[in-house]
């Protein structure tokens, strides 16, 4: 909402300077955007009227003007403009002045003195471009100051509306809303009602009375349509973002400006029979005011005579029945449509206009007949006319409902002490009627205040006004006790700090990915999609964070990183049944080097088992390794042959593997990449470890060479060793495979380091062969595994 700061002036007695005006607004809700001057600084320019004009004699496009300034005699002043001529009223800036960028200084042009200078409107800074000279109007007293002339001692408001404050759309709301904030006086001018001259009126029929409450209509015939619209009002349209069009149209915009009031002009010529207000027809359609035809759909709310739809109610009105320089008789129109039924018209359209923009969030339904008169007497005023009587038409207008205010819920909510009767000077600034009984207000609204609905709207009101800055920011007061950090729980700052140990750095990509990588890289064809997506290629929510991290290191390699380690800690989203399931997830990804390139190690690539040792060291910080089984298996996104199930406790927690070959070339990389992801929750889980006695005595170790089936997995192999708790036997690990000369085809041999000890004696050489009899006789059960001769 942008407006002149004069014209606000004209209707509340603020002694607030234009800065301190604009504080107070803003504080009070009202956020001030912008402020800004008409016109650029500028001094010593008056009103002047060119005597006489002629040619200069050694230049072909100047002329010497004698010029009446006011003072006791004409001054030169060689001007090039192409309007300047003699009678021509316009501002001149005498010797001294300061513009916008020039001083006036007397000179000599092509021989001839000048004593200053007759001015554009650029020149001024009032526009950027102008093409000739600033014609004022005949009436313009010579000698005038023409910043008080003009009244360029003005500044623009722009204000940033919240939607709640529909009241603030006109000159009047704003200016009651600033007599409230500062108790100022309002000088609102009475309107009288028009006298009808004759007896003719439209009829009007509102087939929709829900959606129109209140309709008002005049005829006003005879009027000189091509009046000139006076000065101030072009002026006050201008300042406010409107330009001028014709008498009619600019009378119908002050007032929608000054009261808040969209109307509308009809030419009463092209109307045919009665005025109807009824929803659209099916396939009706209109040629709307901008030059669009539209085809109306059934919810739209039109304005309608017999031979068809004239406006669209609340919108803009239709281009068959505007008003032109040739219209005599119009038929006037004021009107309060429910904010509802044109919520959302205009956009639909793909477009907006002030009307709607008013209408949808609400107009004062009890301002309607008030507009109408004083567009009337404007009209009378400036177009001439005879006006015939308001035809009026009111179903059930909106009720404003009491609301009432506690004044304890009041002190409790804004946390400061009022009176009552500080409460009620407030309510008596805003204009709200209210009664008061055992410290409960009931205030109703008045019909301007659509937003004036609960409590809480009456608690801000009190708060606006009294000044958020008059409301100390009191900080809250309570104890702060640090709780207690539970032992089986670790931190997920703690599985990043060991994945940046490793190399890796952390990226934060989109939750949204594109459908193509859910349904190819990870073969999920139904993924959960989004109703609004904010692109086209983030369209549905992942359920792997493998997609962000090949696109972040598809993005690297573009600019010439030969190496990525990459991780993310983030959320991936499931559909079962009906309900949407979020987990946390932690993945990886590993590219080029091993090692950052040095002198001292060769530079070979990553490969599966570097990338494994870093998922031991996330599941391994903790005591878990010995739980942790890695399963082959596979997957849409992995190698077949270098795919691992990763299993914690028999859960499956995650995978390992290769990127598989297709999308290695997919993503046209020249090394192989290698991912992992697992579930945070079971990372960041863990079982305390239970005291066991550290044993003083030297270990025995014995090292021992089985064969069996080349099908059976080494894992599966080491968990019955660990599960069987044979006495002595501390711990059991691989240290060689071999298959070839010696053994069995279908067959291998697995060397095995086995560890022993007994925390109470040193062992014999008996007791470490009883232990490894027992191991190859679970062995021999389980396995069918032979001592290797």
Partial sequence: MQFSENWLRSLVDTELDSQALSHALTMAGLEVEEMQPVAAAFSKVVVAKIISAEKHPDADRLQVCQVDVGLSAPLQIVCGAANARAGLIAPCALVGAELPGISIKQAKVRGIESFGMMCSSKELGITAEATGLLELDNDAVVGQDIREYLDLNDHLFTLKLTPNRSDCLSLTGIARDVAAITGATTHFTAVSPVVAEHADAKQVVVSEPVACPRYCGRLITGINAKAETPTWMVRRLERSGLRSISVVVDITNYVLLALGQPMH???????????????????????????????????????????????????????????????????????????????????????????????????????????????????????????????????????????????????????????????????????????????????????????????????????????????????????????????????????????????????????????SWERDLLGNHSPIKLKNPIASNLSVMRTSLWGGLLDTLTYNLNRKQERAYLFEIGAVYQQQASAYHETTRVSGLAYGSAKPQQWAANNADVDFFDVKAHVDSLLGADGLLKQVVYEKSEHSALHPGQTARILLNGKAVGWLGKLHPKWQQHYDLAKSAYLFELDADALVSRTLPVYQEVSKLMPVRRDLAIVLDESIAVQVVLNAINEEKIPLIADAALFDLYQGKGVPESKKSLALSVLMHDTQKTLTDSDADAAIANLLQLLKIKFDAELRN
């Fill in 265 to 515: 002009a009809f030419d009463a010529a092209k109307l045919h029979g009665d005025i109807n207000v009824r929803f659209a027809k099916t396939g009706e359609s209109i040629a709307l005011l901008n030059d669009q035809t539209i085809e109306l759909k059934a919810d739209d709310l039109v304005i309608a005579d017999d031979s068809g739809a004239l406006a669209l109610a609340g919108v803009m009105g239709g281009k068959p029945s505007a008003v032109g320089d040739t219209t005599t008789d119009i038929f006037l129109e004021s009107a309060f449509f429910m904010p509802a039924v044109i919520a959302g018209k205009a956009r639909r359209l793909g477009f907006s206009t002030d009307s709607s923009y008013r209408f949808e969030r609400g107009v004062d339904f009890g301002n309607t007949r008030n507009a109408i008169e004083y567009a009337t007497s404007l009209i009378k005023t400036l177009c001439g006319g005879q006006v015939g009587p308001i035809t009026e038409v009111m179903a059930s207008l909106p009720a404003r409902d009491a609301v009432k205010l506690r004044m304890s819920r009041l002190i409790s909510v804004l946390g400061i002490s009022l009176k009552q009767q500080n409460v009620a000077q407030l309510l008596t600034q805003l204009g709200f009627a209210f009664e008061c009984a055992d410290d409960v207000f009931t205030v109703t609204p008045p019909s301007y205040r659509f937003d004036i609905t609960i409590e809480e709207d009456l608690i801000e009101e009190i708060a606006r006004l009294h000044g958020y800055d008059h409301i100390p920011a009191t900080p809250p007061v309570a104890a702060l006790n640090m709780l207690a950090a539970p032992e089986q729980q670790l931190h997920l700052n703690q599985l990043r700090d060991g994945l940046v140990s490793a190399g890796y750095q952390e990226v934060v990509t989109y939750s949204f990915v594109d459908e």
